[in-house]
């Protein structure tokens, strides 16, 4: 046989195929594949999708969470598989908001405890009583148990606690034999002691709004006698004695910051003390840690030169007060899968994962379980051995009722509705930044950021006073 | 005639169904909701009517924010106007390279906004920027500026702005100047006309439609700028010193979570865009047809 050109054509190996069989054995793999791919679903066993979003975004707790929990889940149930989802904390009230507003909620999410009581009031929420049994309702610690705790039941339990302190230069203060500050005006004297003009300024804070406009609100007012609301008509308080004093506070403090620290974003704060560039960074949680060994010099990594300090009180305050990092599980009344949820959360807090989960970021993450804190194995890892003065900052903040969740001004703040709203507005924070870099008056500036709250509570609807 | 008429609005038909639905809609939509106390998220919503136009009617916060786009607008076209004329006629004139520095006057204008915003918060860090930097290197100072601070925000962010989009100008206007006969400037020079004068009495008349749509165009984006304002500026901090309009709307929307007040803020700032247009016609449509 030869082709045109007069060669032999090469042999094949391969049996003539004819253009029928060729189509049959086409349309007969296709079929097959298809069936293949949606072979579960034929057997009954169709792919179901865990919607879990959480806040720890650190990828060392991101795979912890999948290596740990999310595998044991998807072996016990098979069909199902988890997607988890860490947000940006700053991004999780919006895009929960409009995921309930499309009526697809994840089936479990972290929630910020401000946002809980106004979900709850809408029905939003599933009760988690069962579960809380389960995980041993005694051992949750108090400082976390009940802050979703609404008419006889619970709707969220925390996923882990993390204090907020004032990170300091130990080392520099201590060459100035100063003690660390126990009042406002303590603070602003060894602000102004570690101030070296044109080298290092005495404290930072971060500028952007979730903190200078409701963090640190919140806990200046409950450092210093004041509330967010009236506890029984809601009608604001930001015009309040302790809310003047601490303006007149941070006016006099002001001086010993950066100039631009109103532009500053936390990180920033956490690397300016890091390198040197201030001596305290006002908010500061056992993160700072891993930022403190990757950018402070050698030798100068370690607790004799880094250490956590409470905040100060008010002259109308009793004890410094900050905010307890520590977001809780909830379920929603939409989830689609709200018994897996449940069942993710077994899973999650179970000790071998719960521990790994903990010590993904060490103190940061800091059990909720009482018998879990001082567990000698959960102290053995070696970041909490070195830095052992933060954890016991913690030990000793949580004893002396020194936190509250973030955003509460009193316990009771639980109850408020719409703190989501007051944080989302930016009242208080253009009223802290007009008083303190704008140069305003601190009474007027409370007085206008008043009337800004009062109008905002009437427009959404809950005005109680008359 | 009828017969024909019909078939003439079914083939405008599909255009006309486009345009009212993806632009007529949202606008009296967006009118619709401003009449609501309306929760961004949840579906809980009342009818105020009018009520969100008299609250902005008083409202400190909406005066100051127009206030700010008054003079963010206002600086920013004025100097990408001053910049990008004369940069214009600095391109057009002959040389080595010309066509090089052409396309490199375009770069601001190609690079994405949060780039470019990125960018110029790096450059004006009173910490690490490079512009503290050489203040304090060449002993210009001793004590960096806070250049992102309360007292030069403002000034941050025009120069940002007017950095990123006097390109526009640069182009639009340089593509009239080319269209220019240069019989016109023989006769000029014949006459004795100097630079100056040959701009004023050539240059100046020719390009005066072109100015007018560069202004009426710079002058809308400018106002109803959202990303560069929110990325140099974001929440807290100094941003009250430079909210502008459309940060305070989506402010009012988003984080207020008012969307019924959000709404209402953009048909006011549609209104005072359309009042200002029409006032800028009035002024200008003469010289604009002449030209």
């Known amino acids: 046989m030869k082709n045109q050109i007069g060669r032999p054509r090469p042999r094949t190996l391969a049996p003539r195929l004819s253009r029928r069989q060729f189509l049959t054995g086409t349309t007969a793999t296709a079929a097959g594949l298809a069936l293949l791919g949606r072979g579960p679903a034929v057997l009954g066993q169709q792919v179901r999708e865990l919607q879990v979003w959480h806040t720890e975004v650190e990828p060392q707790t991101v795979k912890t969470v999948q290596e740990g929990s999310i595998a044991e889940f998807e072996r016990r149930f098979p069909g199902f598989k988890v997607r988890q989802q860490p947000l940006a904390w700053g991004d999780l009230n919006t895009k929960l908001l ?42 949750i610690h108090e400082a976390t148990q009940k802050l979703q705790y609404f008419d006889g039941r619970y709707y969220g339990v925390t996923h882990a606690m993390g204090g907020i302190y004032i990170a300091e230069r130990r080392d520099l203060r201590e060459q100035k034999g100063l003690k660390p500050p126990q009042t406002y005006a303590d603070l602003v004297d060894l602000a102004a002691a570690l101030t070296e003009e044109g080298t290092r300024y005495g404290l930072t804070m971060p500028g952007e709004k979730l903190y200078i406009g409701f963090s640190f609100p919140a806990e200046w007012l409950a450092s ?74 050698e030798g100068m990594r370690d607790p004799e030169h880094f250490q956590p300090m409470f905040r100060p009180h008010g002259p109308s305050g009793q004890t410094g007060v900050s905010a307890l990092d520590g977001e809780n599980w909830t379920v929603f009344s939409q989830s689609k899968y709200p018994q897996e949820a449940f069942e993710f959360l077994r899973i999650f807090y179970k000790r071998e994962h719960y521990m790994k989960y903990c010590h993904s970021v060490p103190i940061h993450l800091t059990p909720i379980f009482k018998s879990m804190i001082n567990d000698p194995e959960y102290l053995a890892h070696p970041r909490i051995r070195k830095w052992r003065s933060w954890h016991d900052a913690m030990i000793t903040g949580l004893r002396e009722h020194r936190f509250l969740p973030i955003g509460f001004s009193r316990p009771d703040d639980k109850l408020l509705p719409f703190l989501a709203e007051l944080d989302g507005s930016g009242i208080v924070a253009d009223m802290v930044i007009a008083a303190m870099v704008g140069g305003a008056d601190p009474d007027a500036a409370a007085v206008r950021a008043q009337q800004r709250a009062e109008e905002l509570l009437t427009q959404l609807g809950f005005k109680r006073w008359s | 005639m009828r017969k024909s008429a019909l078939v003439g609005w079914a083939l405008l038909a599909p255009s006309l169904l486009l345009l009212g639905g993806l632009v007529g809609y949202p606008i009296l939509y967006n009118f619709w909701l401003s009449l609501f106390a309306k929760h961004a998220f949840l579906p809980a919503q009342t009818f105020v009517g009018l009520g969100n136009y008299r609250y902005f009617a008083t409202d400190e916060e909406f005066w100051r924010s127009v206030g700010y786009g008054g003079i963010y607008a206002g600086s920013t076209i004025v100097l990408q106007l001053g910049l990008g004329v004369v940069a214009a006629l600095l391109l057009n004139e002959t040389f080595h390279g010309r066509g090089l520095l052409r396309g490199v006057v375009l770069f601001p204008y190609t690079i994405p906004t949060v780039v470019a915003v990125i960018l110029w918060k790096w450059l004006l860090n009173d910490s690490y920027g490079l512009v503290d930097y050489v203040l304090v290197a060449t002993g210009a100072t001793r004590i960096p500026p806070a250049w992102l601070g309360k007292d030069y925000i ?72 959202f990303d560069t304002v929110w990325l140099m500026a974001g929440e807290g901090g100094v941003s009250q010193y430079v909210r502008t309009l459309p940060v305070y709307a989506y402010e009012r929307t988003f984080t207020y979570l008012q969307a019924g007040m959000g709404a209402t803020l953009a048909v006011l700032m549609f209104g005072l865009l359309a009042g200002a247009t029409a006032v800028y016609f009035g002024l200008f449509r003469e010289e604009e047809i002449v030209s």
Do not use: C
């Open chain 1, 98 to 139: 409009a995921a309930i507003a499309a009526g697809s909620p994840p089936d479990l999410t972290h929630l910020n405890p401000f946002m809980t009581a106004s979900l709850y009031t809408k029905g939003l929420l599933r009760p988690m009583d069962e579960l809380i049994r389960a995980l041993g309702e005694k051992d």
């Open chain 1, 224 to 297: 210093n006698g004041g509330s967010w609301v009236d506890p029984t008509t809601w009608r604001p308080r930001l015009a309040s004695r302790a809310m003047v004093e601490t303006l007149q506070f941070l006016r006099r403090l002001n001086p010993f910051m950066p100039p631009s620290w109103s532009g500053q974003k936390y990180l920033d704060t956490l690397a300016a003390l890091a390198t040197g560039k201030v001596a305290m960074a006002y908010l500061s949680g056992a993160r700072t840690i891993g930022y403190v060994e990757r950018d402070a010099p």
């Open chain 2, 154 to 225: 403002m000034w941050s962010l025009i120069v940002t702005s007017v950095w990123q989009f006097f390109p526009f100008v640069v182009v639009t206007y340089l593509a009239r100047l080319q269209t220019i006969p240069p019989e016109l400037y023989e006769a000029a020079t014949v006459d004795g006309a100097g630079a100056w004068r040959r701009f004023l009495h050539v240059t100046l008349p020719q390009t005066g439609a072109v100015l007018f749509v560069i202004v009426l165009l710079r002058g809308i984006w400018m106002f109803t700028k």
